[in-house]
């Protein structure tokens, strides 16, 4: 069972990821016949890979060839999703830890958590997703550094748009350079934003839930996004875009989070895009197997 991650979180761009109590559910067993089956359920069901480009099972054969090991000449991997595919929730995250999980049970737990990530990170490219999946909690990680926070009850309103905004256009509209005073703001306000999720002080990660390197440039391609924004805010939430979008984490009191959901949801509905509305809370438990 693996998490739904936010990363980023506004300024902590590639370094701050946040788990959701959202999960998908991987299933892999060796069978008798030979090959591999593949079966997806909710999300994703209509257009994920069930074969070779499956990333499931590509972190499954990542972590036998790591450990020296041939892969089960019948593998069977049923996958139940409920993190919607390409919506900066972590999806491709959840898909390559659920196949390092799995392969990890089937050699015995011959890999550290750590390790885990190592591999998670070269397919991935980037750790803040994966390692948030691994471990739980608010995770900052780089170069191979990484600390772990567990989060007071957090309330996380999350906002879904259907557009599609693939990673890797995400990537693309980002500029080569930043300003160099651009990034000293987002460095402090990443510190801010960790100390404010740490103590629960919605005021400070109000303050400091902003970001000047990369939402600047993907917010215009996501009809509605910055005004969804700014509804959340002005009804008092801490808002950002999760990870690359097109969702956005809106952190708010219990109580505001119905109205301010709906407020974001009106946002995009005045750009005719609609968006689905999901209330989560932070997952202080990370990714885990039945093993």
Do not use: C
Not at 125 to 141: E, F, W
């Amino acid at each position: 069972m693996v998490p739904a991650t936010s990363a980023n979180l506004g300024p902590g761009f590639d370094a701050l990821g946040l788990a959701l109590d959202l999960f998908n559910r991987t299933v892999v067993r060796p069978q008798a016949a030979r090959g591999v089956r593949i079966e997806v359920y909710g999300a994703g069901e209509a257009f994920l890979p069930r074969d070779e480009r499956n990333l499931t099972l590509q972190a499954l054969k990542l972590a036998f060839r790591r450990a020296g090991q041939p892969l089960p000449r019948g593998l069977w991997i049923a996958q139940e999703n409920q993190i919607a595919v390409g919506s900066g929730l972590g999806s491709s995250a959840a898909a390559v830890v659920a196949g390092l999980l799995a392969a990890n049970d089937l050699l015995g737990g011959v890999f550290s958590t750590a390790k885990l990530l190592e591999m998670a990170t070269e397919i991935e490219g980037h750790p803040d997703n994966a390692a948030a999946a691994l471990y739980g909690g608010l995770v900052i990680s780089v170069d191979g550094l990484l600390r772990r926070f567990p989060l007071p009850a957090w309330t996380v309103v999350v906002v879904t748009p259907q557009v599609r905004w693939p990673t890797w256009r995400a990537r693309s509209v980002l500029p080569r350079r930043v300003n160099l005073r651009a990034a000293a703001r987002n460095i402090g306000r990443a510190l801010l934003v960790t100390e404010a999720l740490r103590t629960h002080d919605l005021e400070l990660l109000r303050q400091a839930m902003k970001d000047e390197l990369h939402e600047p440039y993907r917010l215009p391609h996501i009809p509605g996004a910055r005004q969804a924004l700014a509804g959340a805010r002005r009804l008092g939430a801490a808002a950002a875009l999760s990870g690359a979008g097109p969702s956005l984490a809106a952190f708010s009191p219990p109580e505001e989070a119905a109205a301010i959901g709906a407020a974001m949801q009106n946002a995009f509905a005045a750009h005719d895009v609609q968006a689905a509305v999901s209330v989560l809370r932070v997952s202080n438990q990370g990714a885990r197997s039945a093993a």
